[in-house]
């Protein structure tokens, strides 16, 4: 089946560029701007959001970066991004993919707003607060090399992205276990390709 994949270069596109350089399948780039190609009827069609990432495997059309993830890594099993259906490790590796696009995301886009959640008003989110995400995610990436067992997984991929950008741009507090992890996973092969790709896309147009 073909694999087409609707992105921009400066978006959480570039999250499953990584996992497209992981799954090592040949695929269709679609380059979109904001405002005009995303919003126009072709697009729209396939996401109503207006919002990229997407991806279309076939006739299966996936948004949403964590989704998509999740569907790549069982779409493609040889490229061994999860563990197996079934297994101890599953439950893990699902907790920590969603938790990076549950209270991470909302964690670090408040954060990037402005916004700070009262105290009293904690129980009504679905994060908590900031410290008890950093101290979750600490916990998370102090416990051996990956996430889950001893092998990367889109879990990892999609975690370390969030920590990543949120380390760059000042939204994810600084910390030893952070930068470690982070410089673990960025150095792969794959990770550098699919940041070249989309470094490269940027500059272009620019």
Known sequence: ??????????????I?????????????????DYGTTMKGADYLAINPM???PAIRHG?????????????????????????????KLRGPYYRWLFYGAGPVEAMVSNQALGVVVPEDKRGMIGYGSRE????????AVSHGDYLVGDSFTAADLYLGAQLGWGLQFGTI??????ETYVGRIFSRPAAARARQIDDELAAAKA
Not at 132 to 139: G, I, K, R
Not at 173 to 178: I, L, M, T, V
């Open 132 to 139: 008890q995400v950093l101290d979750t995610l600490e916990y």
């Open 1 to 14: 089946m073909s694999l087409t994949f609707y992105t921009n270069p400066m978006s959480r596109g570039r």
């Open 173 to 178: 507090e600084k910390r030893p276990a952070f």
């Open 59 to 87: 006739d299966v059309i996936v948004t949403e970066a964590a989704a998509i993830c999740a569907y790549l890594a069982d779409a493609f099993p040889a490229a061994k991004l999860a563990p197996p259906s079934g297994g």
């Open 50 to 52: 207006g919002k990229v």
């Open 16 to 32: 499953v560029r990584w996992m497209l350089e992981e799954v090592g399948e040949p695929y269709e780039t679609v380059v979109l």
